[in-house]
């Protein structure tokens, strides 16, 4: 059997390591030269024959990220790797699945066939926004879910779970199949990339301790807009928050903050500092390394992020 190695890009070398541990695996060194014109240019070393994973997600700035993870898995394909996985545990350009208006480009496409051209054999990612990844993907997507990793720290049973828009919905299943709790869904509009408006809520929160869940927090501009409607109707004040990727632009950590939400879950997809007290970080660490010890011993494939959610 090949070797296996990890491989960390730039965009989270923590997880990278946190994941190695687990694998009793050293991360193999890479090297990133940053020319002045933005330029990048990764080494790799001691990937020959190996089966290699490449851990690198794409939080802000994503094109560079992207990037660097094109380039390591050239490097990694050019230095004879046996297999490559590339392991993007939060990937940018999922919510671009389709066009909305004519004139459009579909990134998820893009972007997925230059991860396969550059030289991954397989794609591994942790709640993707877009269900239509694994049909979209060239390579086989395997698709991790967050959703028992934040659930358990969650007093599920006691709260009313909201998706915090339609394309939520699935994933706040995910939360009910963990725990038959009841389900309430914001109807949103989104105006542009930085404003949202609530439509409506449908579900009964009345004086019920709500738990907001959603793939991805970017600017916190939807659960602002969610908690809002949620005051409207009445629910119990005291606010939960739980998202796989804390993206976290434009101030959304203070703007979450001055919300006075009770507890914000978020997992380690992307690399986190200075947080306020009420949020926490849950590691996926454990998550990935038991995809990544199942996919080199080609035992067979994680499970689906959701029965019910391929099915849909
Ligand atoms: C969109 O459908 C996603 O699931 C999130 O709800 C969205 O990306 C969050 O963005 P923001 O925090 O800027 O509202």
Redesign the pocket.
Known sequence: MSTLRLIAGSANPELAGTVANYLGAEPADTLLERFPDGELLPTVENVGGSDVYVVQPTPPPVNDHLAELLLLLDACRRAHAARITAVVPYLGYA?QDRRTRAGQAVGVAVFTKAIAAAGAHRLVVVDP?TPALEAISPIPAETLTAVPTLAQEIALSERVVVA??E??VKLAERYTEVSPNPLAVVRKRRES??E?TALELIGDVRGRLPVIV??????????ETALGLLKLHEAAPDVTVAATHGVFVHG?VGRLHRLGLRHVLITDTIAHRSLHPEFQVCSIAPVLAEAIAAMHNDEASPAPASTAWNLA
């Open positions: 919510r926004h915090p828009d394309g939520a990339g930085r949202v959603d793939d991805m927090i970017t600017t916190g501009a939807t659960i959304a």
